[in-house]
C-alpha cells in the first residue's frame, strides 16, 4: 500500500494555492486516495465537472464540506440555512460524498442564548435529515472545539454530536446506507446521521474515547487529522501537521479503529502562516511521510 | 450595598499598573470588598505585609493564585511543584485565603500523554491535600479551557474537576471547613477540595449547570467572571470586561446561587490590548457598573 493511500486531502489544507481542479489532479499524482473539497472551490469549477474529474481519478470524496449553520436572528434566517443545507445535500450527492459535513453554527447576532442556539441546531438537523436519507447522503456533525462556540459552532463535543444523533435519529446505530471502505473490507452501513471526528477539535476531550466507542462503526462518518501545536498563535489559522503538536495521533487512531472505522484519514490544515505558505506538491509529500511516521 | 459589595479584584486584571498594595488601597477606595492576588505580586509586598494591610482595610481574600502546575518530566520536577504548593498553602492561610486555587498544569515537555498528565495531577493534589486542610486552605481546582490543555492546565471541564473531588475527598460534599459569606449570612463549611468556577473557562460546556449543581455549595469555593469577546484576537490576553462579550453572566450567576454559593464575584480580566492599557481606577470603576448591569 503506498503511503497516501489511507489519505484523503481536504482542499483547505491547499486553499491558498490550488483550485479543486488542481488538488484533484495533485491527489491523483501524489496516490492520495481521496479528496474532501470546500463548496467555495466546488463551486468554482462546477458540481458536474468535479464529479467527473473525481471519478475520473478514482477519488473517494470522503466529505463535502460543509453544512450546517443553522442558527440566524429570525425564522427567515433559519429558513435559508435550511434551503442552503438542502443544496449542499444535492451537491454531495452529485459528488458519491461518504458524508455532507456539518458545522452547527454559533450564536445568532448580539444573542447570549447558547441553549437557544443548539435548539435550532436540532432543528436543522431535523428539517434536512430526510431529504439526506432520500439522497443517501449521510450527515456528519462536526463537534468543534470550545474556543468556537461563540461564532462557528455551539456542538462542541462528541457527547453532544451523539446526543442529537441519537435524538434525531435512533435507530442510528445500525446504520441504513450502504458504504465501501476504501481498500474492498466489508464496512457497516452508515447511519443517516453521525459525526465527523476531528483531533484537533476533540483530542482534550476527557470522554474522547468513550464517546469514539459510543458512535460506533455506523456513525463514525469522517476523520480528520492535523495537529495542534504549542503555543498556537491564532485561534484559527495555526493548526500544525501531525507530528508538530502534542495530539497522540496513533492513539486516538487506535481509538477509532477499534470503533469499527475503515475509511480514510482526512488531512485538514488551516495555516495561514505556515502551511498554506509552501507549495502542494511539497505538502502532500510530507502530509504522507509524517502520516506514515506519526499515526 | 454599594455597587462593590458583591465584588472582588482579582490583582490580574489591573497587573500591569499596580502592584498589591495599590491593589489593595483602590478596592478600599472603590467598596470592593474582595481582592484575589497573584503569588508574583505578593512575593514583591511581603506576605506578612499584605495580610496586615488586606486586614486593616476589612478586605476579603476570595482566593490565592495559583497553585498546581503539578506534571513534570520527572520525578524531581513533580516533587518540586508539590513543595511550591506546600508554600503556597502557607501562604494562603497567612491570607486567610478562602481558597488556593490550582491550575492544573499542562503536558510535560515533549509529552504528549494526555491521561498521564491528568494522572500527575491527581497525584500531586493527593499530595498536598492533607497540609491544605491541616492549614484549614480549601484547594480550588480550576478547570481551565480545553484551549490550554497542552501548556496550562489539562484540567477542562467541572465534571473533571469533580471527579478528582470525588476521588481524593470523598466526603468533602458535606464540608468540614468554617468559612464566613461576606454579607454575614450563614453559608456551608467549605469542603477540603473544590472547584472555582471561572466563566470564560466553562460558559461553553453542555454540561456546566449539571455540574454547578453538582459541586454544591460546600464545593463551589470561587465564582470568576469576565467575558467571551466575538472575536477573541488572542488565545491568553484577550478576556473582556462583563457586557462586552456573548457570556449570559445573569444564567450562570443563578445557577450558581441556586447552588448555594454565598461568596464573592471576583473578577479576572487578562486583556493586553484593552484593560491593562487603562487607569485602574477606571477599570475598577467599569468594573462596578457592568456587575450591576449585565451580572
Keep these: 500500500m503506498s503511503a497516501g493511500a489511507r489519505l484523503s486531502l481536504n482542499t ?6 490550488w483550485n479543486l481542479a488542481q488538488a484533484i489532479d495533485g491527489c491523483a499524482r501524489h ?25 475520473a481519478n478514482g477519488l473517494t470524496v470522503t466529505g463535502l464540506c460543509r453544512g450546517g449553520m443553522f442558527p440566524a436572528a429570525d425564522a427567515a434566517g433559519r429558513r435559508a440555512a435550511i434551503e442552503d443545507n438542502l443544496r449542499a445535500i444535492d451537491d454531495a450527492a452529485a459528488l458519491d460524498a461518504q458524508c455532507l459535513v456539518l458545522v452547527a453554527g454559533g450564536l445568532p447576532p448580539h444573542s447570549r442564548d447558547l441553549a437557544g442556539a443548539r435548539g435550532m441546531v436540532a432543528d436543522g438537523i431535523a428539517a434536512i435529515l430526510g431529504h439526506a436519507r432520500a439522497a443517501k447522503v449521510p450527515l456528519a456533525i462536526e463537534p468543534l472545539h470550545p474556543m468556537y462556540a461563540a461564532d462557528r459552532a455551539c456542538v462542541n463535543t462528541m457527547a453532544q454530536a451523539l446526543d442529537l444523533c441519537d435524538l434525531l435519529d435512533p435507530a442510528g446505530r445500525h446504520g441504513e446506507l450502504p458504504r465501501q471502505s476504501p481498500d474492498g473490507v466489508p464496512w457497516q452501513p452508515a447511519a443517516a446521521l453521525g459525526v465527523a471526528l476531528d483531533v484537533y477539535h476533540t483530542w482534550w476531550d476527557p470522554n474522547l474515547q468513550r464517546d ?3 458512535a460506533g462503526a ?7 487529522i492535523c495537529d495542534w501545536r504549542v503555543p498556537t498563535r491564532d485561534l484559527l489559522l495555526d493548526r500544525g501537521m501531525m507530528g ?3 495530539i497522540d495521533l496513533r492513539l486516538i487512531r487506535s481509538w477509532v479503529e477499534s470503533g469499527g472505522y475503515r475509511g480514510l484519514h482526512e488531512v485538514e490544515i488551516f495555516s495561514a502562516a505556515d502551511w498554506w505558505q509552501r507549495d502542494p506538491d511539497e505538502v502532500l509529500d510530507i502530509m504522507q511521510q509524517r502520516h506514515e511516521r506519526c499515526c
Tied chains: 1, 2.
Design 31 to 55: 496516490g492520495v486516495r481521496g479528496i474532501a473539497p470546500w463548496r467555495d472551490k466546488l463551486a468554482e469549477l462546477g458540481v458536474t465537472e468535479a464529479a467527473r474529474r473525481i471519478r
Design 12 to 17: 483547505a489544507t491547499v486553499r491558498e494555492r
Design 218 to 224: 455506523s456513525r463514525l462518518l469522517a476523520f480528520h
Design 244 to 246: 508538530d503538536g502534542v
Design 212 to 214: 469514539v466507542e459510543r
